[in-house]
């Protein structure tokens, strides 16, 4: 297993460098200025010209790479145009935050799913299973721009249960947690549901059943776990889904993460903080599909990294 | 404490890097500067006591004696030449830059004298004057651990979360009455409709300019908010590229103007939050001249026109053209209408539209037929200089359709090195004739100051610039006794 993970570390080099590339070309390659964003259009031309050249922006674009890439080798993202200090700096101030929303989804996700996913699928076509898929049909059809501001009319104006915006404690959480995890949980629990449907039919829960398990019991003890390794890999590749959901649910929870950042960046034309935060996602998500894959062992022993 | 919530957040908490409608909103709360502008676009001495003309090319300030900045130091005249020179340094790369080059030099004989001199007759010199100033020594933005360098204004800035909130706290060195606020909240709220609950639940206080129309007339049925509009400023139109022989032709340009049912625009997609514009001056403006040619909405003399031209209805040679413009909800329903509009004189109107860089770098290189915009924040009618004048064609300037007539550069000229108020008023009024008649722009509408405050906060003084200065003296009315 050891092998394994190594071998998987190793491979997020080739990764990361193919997208520092794409972002690179995509962001040069379109139009924008970062120099005139920064001084503005009435600058002297002489001005802007020492700007390009302060920054290296009028050497050849494969220069430019060249130079990113070795920074970026030495673990340096290059200073932000923009705000004038550091791209890691900037993306640490944020990067928790963003963490903290697409984790709290992914858990509202699970929560809701794995109830709902389980009731459909113990008894498929039973008023059950109607309900959860219609709750899922809905979570999916519904989406954040919609649900964020309904959540916060019934919660935080009416109820007054919770606050409006902003990232605090716990409380502030709950509504864009919800927001962002509703559409997840209801991918989660109809995949849920698929898998125990083909799973009922495996002959280890008919050995199950026929030594006395009632067919609830069997499906919790045996079927369930053989279930979940289709749901974690939609765990893992649904990350990506999270990670730009979180983006539309930081604007309107007033969520300060790395998607507002990054928005801002491209705008800006922010080249170094556009290539930093682009990355900052993408290796996200690589991480976290390298943690699903080694969950496969937990979730199921017969399961062997070679 | 008020909350006011903005739509985005400001970029920067040192007046000489900022230039963003936000930063400068809430720096003028913070920071201070020789002088500012009063409703009708005059200058009014602030940090100065006078000032004065000395020649063409100088102008001399004598400045109040014992003004503070929030950490107690006085603002002195020293502090006035170190913010000028160092915007004006190079190396420093301020944005700011490129609108004080023409100052030569700035001196301070003593203390209490600041000599502007300028590098020729500049008779709009004195909107750099309006230069907020920092303290002598103040470090470059990122150079320094506090959150914004100290100011001379009616607050201070405690805590700047960029894309959260930024907090302002009274200035102890600041002339205050009692009952006008002790903090403000300016609070990132990027969302519009997140705007308006936060308002109808008394969350947030105030809100100027970033309510969308249509709810606003909800707005105004809750008994907790009040609604103030008022004349504004800025400036929004419709560009023509002259680099395309079509829209040389002065015909062209009046049929298009004619085809445009501003009043229609103002009423149905501004929610009357808007007053159709004679030109780029608004009657704000001292300089303003609203004796000029007007555009009414008539689509058969803009047909006509067109027949003139050359263009008539069915034939290939014209009636295709490309109008661009920034991604907006409300841009998009200009762009949809000014469509529909047009084609009803048989105009064919491709629209593109694009986030804000992209867009921006097809206007900077004539990228498009047509193109919307806004001007906003400018005072002196030298602006007209920056954008109509032939010397002004990008890169090095905002003459972005590339419109040239020598009548213009010369009035430009003349306007803006006649120091004699009357006189420069003429030039001007010479100026919007020549604009209104030769249509570089078509102008459209100027947009109105829309506040939307709390009921229990009085003496908000709108300008039309939508300068928030006059927070710092609103009242807050006590809560009720409930016995």
């Known amino acids: 297993m050891t092998g394994y993970i190594v071998r998987r570390?190793?491979?997020?080099?080739?990764?990361?460098?193919?997208?520092?590339?794409?972002?690179?070309?995509?962001?040069?390659?379109?139009?924008?200025?970062?120099?005139?964003?920064?001084?503005?259009?009435?600058?002297?031309?002489?001005?802007?010209?020492?700007?390009?050249?302060?920054?290296?922006?009028?050497?050849?674009?494969?220069?430019?790479f060249v130079s990113f890439l070795c920074g970026l080798l030495h673990g340096d993202l290059g200073e932000s145009i923009t705000f004038r200090r550091s791209v890691s700096s900037l993306i640490s101030e944020r990067y928790p935050a963003t963490l903290e929303l697409a984790g709290a989804g992914m858990l509202v996700a699970i929560a809701i799913a794995f109830p709902l996913g389980f009731i459909a699928g113990a008894k498929p076509g039973g008023a059950g299973d109607v309900a959860?898929?219609?709750?899922?049909?809905?979570?999916?059809?519904?989406?954040?721009?919609?649900?964020?501001?309904?959540?916060?009319?019934?919660?935080?104006?009416?109820?007054?249960?919770?606050?409006?915006?902003?990232?605090?404690?716990?409380?502030?959480?709950?509504?864009?947690?919800?927001?962002?995890?509703?559409?997840?949980?209801?991918?989660?629990?109809?995949?849920?549901?698929?898998?125990?449907?083909?799973?009922?039919?495996?002959?280890y829960m008919r050995t199950a059943l026929s030594k006395g398990l009632t067919p609830r019991a069997a499906l919790l003890r045996?079927?369930?776990?053989?279930?979940?390794?289709s749901v974690v890999t939609l765990i893992g590749l649904q990350i990506g889904g999270l990670?730009?959901?979180?983006?539309?649910?930081?604007i309107i929870f007033s969520w300060p993460g790395l998607g507002r950042l990054l928005i801002s960046a491209i705008n800006l034309r922010d080249y170094p903080l556009v290539e930093g935060c682009v990355l900052t996602f993408a290796m996200t998500y690589v991480v976290v599909n390298l943690l699903t894959d080694l969950t496969y062992a937990f979730i199921d022993p017969r399961v062997r990294y070679s | 404490m008020i909350q006011v919530d903005i739509e985005t957040s400001p970029q920067a908490?040192?007046?000489?890097?900022?230039?963003d409608v936000y930063s400068s909103r809430i720096n003028e709360l913070v920071f201070d500067s020789l002088v500012r502008l009063d409703n009708h676009g005059r200058f009014e001495p602030h940090l100065a006591e006078s000032y004065e003309r000395r020649g063409a090319e100088q102008i001399v300030f004598h400045m109040r004696h014992s003004v503070r900045f929030s950490d107690g130091r006085e603002v002195t005249a020293r502090d006035i030449k170190f913010t000028f020179d160092s915007i004006l340094d190079p190396a420093n790369a301020s944005p700011k830059r490129g609108a004080l080059m023409h100052i030569k030099?700035?001196?301070?004989?003593?203390?209490?004298?600041?000599?502007?001199?300028?590098?020729?007759?500049?008779?709009?010199?004195?909107?750099?004057?309006m230069q907020e100033i920092v303290p002598v020594g103040t470090p470059l933005p990122g150079k320094s651990g506090s959150v914004a360098p100290a100011g001379a204004g009616p607050f201070r800035m405690v805590s700047f979360h960029r894309d959260e909130s930024v907090v302002l706290e009274r200035n102890p060195y600041y002339r205050a009455t009692a009952d006008s606020p002790r903090m403000i909240l300016f609070k990132v709220v990027p969302d519009p409709t997140v705007r308006a609950l936060e308002l109808t639940e008394g969350i947030c206080d105030f809100s100027e300019n970033n309510i969308q129309p249509e709810v606003l007339p909800y707005l105004s049925t809750q008994p907790q908010l009040k609604i103030i509009k008022s004349p504004g400023t800025s400036y929004r139109y419709v560009a023509f590229n002259f680099n395309d022989p079509r829209l040389r032709d002065?015909?062209?340009?009046?049929?298009?103007?004619?085809a445009i049912d501003r009043d229609a625009i103002v009423n149905s997609m501004m929610l009357g939050t808007a007053r159709v514009a004679s030109g780029l001056l608004s009657p704000q403006n001292w300089a303003y001249d609203g004796d000029v040619a007007k555009y009414p909405f008539d689509p058969a003399k803009s047909r006509e026109l067109l027949e003139q031209a050359g263009y008539s209805v069915g034939a290939d040679n014209m009636r295709n053209l490309r109008f661009i413009y920034k991604t907006t909800p409300e841009q998009l329903r200009f762009a949809t209408a000014l469509q529909a509009m047009l084609k009803r004189v048989g105009i064919e109107l491709d629209i593109r539209s694009n986030e804000f860089a992209t867009f921006y770098s097809d206007v900077q290189h004539g990228n498009f037929d047509l193109m919307s915009l806004?001007?906003?924040?400018?005072?002196?009618?030298?602006?007209?200089?920056?954008?109509?004048?032939?010397?002004?064609?990008?890169?090095?300037?905002?003459?972005?359709?590339?419109?040239?007539?020598?009548?213009?550069?010369?009035?430009?000229?003349?306007?803006?090195?006649?120091?004699?108020?009357?006189?420069?008023?003429?030039?001007?009024?010479?100026?919007?004739?020549?604009?209104?008649?030769?249509?570089?722009?078509?102008?459209?509408?100027?947009?109105?100051?829309?506040?939307?405050?709390?009921?229990?906060?009085?003496?908000?003084?709108?300008?039309?610039?939508?300068?928030?200065?006059?927070?710092?003296?609103?009242?807050?009315?006590?809560?009720?006794?409930?016995?």
């Not at chain 1, 990670?243 to 930081?250: F, K, R, V, Y």
């Not at chain 2, 002065?250 to 004619?258: N, P």
């Open chain 1, 9 to 64: 570390i190793a491979a997020v080099i080739p990764v990361a460098i193919g997208v520092a590339t794409l972002t690179f070309l995509i962001i040069h390659l379109v139009p924008g200025d970062p120099v005139v964003a920064m001084l503005g259009d009435t600058a002297p031309q002489a001005d802007i010209e020492g700007m390009r050249h302060r920054l290296g922006l009028d050497r050849p674009l494969p220069e430019q």
């Open chain 1, 132 to 203: 959860s898929m219609g709750f899922a049909i809905a979570g999916i059809s519904i989406p954040h721009i919609y649900l964020g501001p309904l959540l916060m009319i019934v919660f935080s104006l009416d109820l007054r249960w919770l606050p409006l915006t902003g990232r605090g404690g716990f409380a502030h959480l709950v509504l864009p947690a919800i927001t962002l995890g509703t559409a997840l949980a209801a991918i989660l629990a109809r995949m849920l549901r698929q898998s125990l449907i083909t799973v009922r039919e495996s002959d």
């Open chain 1, 222 to 229: 045996h079927g369930l776990r053989n279930s979940l390794t």
């Open chain 1, 243 to 250: 990670l730009s959901g979180a983006l539309i649910t930081e």
């Open chain 2, 13 to 19: 908490t040192d007046p000489r890097f900022a230039t």
């Open chain 2, 105 to 129: 030099s700035i001196d301070a004989p003593d203390d209490y004298t600041v000599v502007m001199a300028t590098d020729g007759p500049y008779a709009p010199a004195l909107t750099s004057a």
């Open chain 2, 250 to 258: 002065a015909r062209v340009r009046r049929a298009i103007a004619y």
């Open chain 2, 374 to 483: 806004q001007w906003v924040g400018f005072s002196d009618p030298d602006h007209y200089y920056s954008i109509f004048d032939s010397k002004m064609m990008p890169p090095i300037g905002m003459n972005r359709g590339h419109y040239s007539n020598p009548e213009m550069d010369r009035l430009l000229d003349a306007g803006r090195t006649t120091l004699d108020v009357d006189a420069r008023r003429k030039i001007y009024g010479q100026v919007q004739q020549l604009a209104a008649d030769e249509l570089p722009y078509v102008s459209l509408w100027w947009d109105d100051i829309v506040i939307v405050m709390n009921r229990d906060l009085s003496g908000f003084e709108p300008t039309p610039s939508g300068s928030l200065r006059s927070l710092a003296t609103v009242r807050i009315a006590p809560p009720e006794n409930p016995n």
